[in-house]
């Protein structure tokens, strides 16, 4: 099976799986999906056979052409084609990630929120004190603001950008979505955690140079969430609720590691998700032990990618190897 194949079906089997943990959680769950998640989620899907049907004719239309024009336009489609088969991929592991995600949130489990803050105390770290001397440097504040939005745009242009270059790549990230959302599943559901922001109750001065609701703008959807009352998700406008760990850090050693092979575009955006991954603490209203778990979780994924695209050694060639070294010390 070629690395590509490989990587499609780890996405595959991972999809599966949220999909059989939603099933077993939401029969005693609070939380329901509204049935414009279920339409909007079919008029993709369907948009999507659309499309690489159109462009399967294209290139079948095309193949003989030789001319310049042709070929770009086949080239073209192989590219859009390659961009919308792993959309097909990464659709369905959101939906259903996400809908495991809002039911792993919808503990009554006791917010570990304080335990975080201790182990981060154990690590020399003192968050308030990190907010306050980022917050008293405005030009400080205002890049780790943009860092950390630039996650936002980074996955479209990603997408874009290996789709046109790198075709394997942009599978392998695909891969790396859902192993990362994986491991942080497995964990979710033993720390939950509210952040850095709701456990420390900074006031609006100690955070004048960050963005209004700087690491609480998941808070009202995770009480409702927590409260027990019935929620009706629209998965389409569902809020990052993940605090342990930052999955932020995930994704930006995730997105560095991607571009490996372009090193002109890797060092600076590695650069740009070095000073993203310090913007998690003062802007996500992360505790530092998130960072460190959520940079645990980015390794352990590019490990795990790396090792699905090896490709093992056939058992006769190994064979042969070994005959030959017995024939030359027999010798």
Do not use: C
């Not at 860092?147 to 242009?157: D, E, I, K, T």
Request: net charge neutral; proline share 4%; hydrophobic share 55%.
């Amino acid at each position: 099976m070629r690395a590509e194949a490989r990587l499609a079906t780890v996405v595959a089997i991972v999809t599966i799986g949220f999909v059989v943990a939603d099933l077993i959680i939401s029969s005693t769950s609070n939380i329901s999906l509204d049935l414009k998640s279920w339409t909007e989620f079919s008029k993709v899907m369907v948009m999507l056979a659309f499309i690489l049907m159109a462009l399967s004719l294209v290139q079948r239309r095309l193949a003989g052409d030789v001319t310049r024009v042709g070929q770009r336009v086949i080239y073209a489609a192989v590219s859009v084609r390659a961009l919308a088969a792993n959309a097909v991929l990464f659709i369905p592991l959101g939906f259903a990630s996400v809908y495991f995600m809002y039911m792993a949130a919808a503990t009554d489990k006791p917010l570990m929120d304080e335990t975080l803050a201790v182990i981060d105390a154990h690590l020399w770290f003192n968050w308030r004190a990190f907010l306050a001397f980022t917050n008293s440097h405005p030009w400080l504040a205002k890049l780790l603001v943009f860092a950390y939005h630039s996650v936002g745009p980074q996955m479209p242009l990603l997408f874009l950008l290996l789709a046109f270059t790198d075709r394997l790549r942009l599978t392998e990230f695909m891969a790396s979505l859902a192993i990362s959302s994986a491991l942080t599943a497995a964990v979710l559901p033993f720390v939950p955690a509210a952040g850095a922001y709701s456990y420390f109750t900074p006031v609006a001065a100690d955070i004048s140079n960050f963005t209004a609701h700087a690491g609480m703008w998941h808070f009202e959807e995770l009480a409702r969430l927590r409260s027990g009352e019935a929620f009706n998700l629209l998965v389409t406008r569902a809020e990052g609720l993940v605090t342990f760990p930052s999955y932020h850090t995930a994704l930006g050693i995730m997105i560095t590691y991607a571009l490996r092979k372009m090193p002109l575009i890797a060092w600076p955006v590695g650069i740009l998700n070095a000073i993203m991954v310090i913007s998690t603490l003062p802007e996500g209203g992360h505790h530092f032990i998130d960072v460190l778990a959520g940079a645990a979780i980015g390794a352990l994924t590019v490990g795990a990618v790396w090792l699905v695209q090896m490709q093992p050694r056939p058992v006769i060639d190994l064979a042969v190897r070994v005959g030959d070294e017995g024939v030359g010390i027999g010798g």
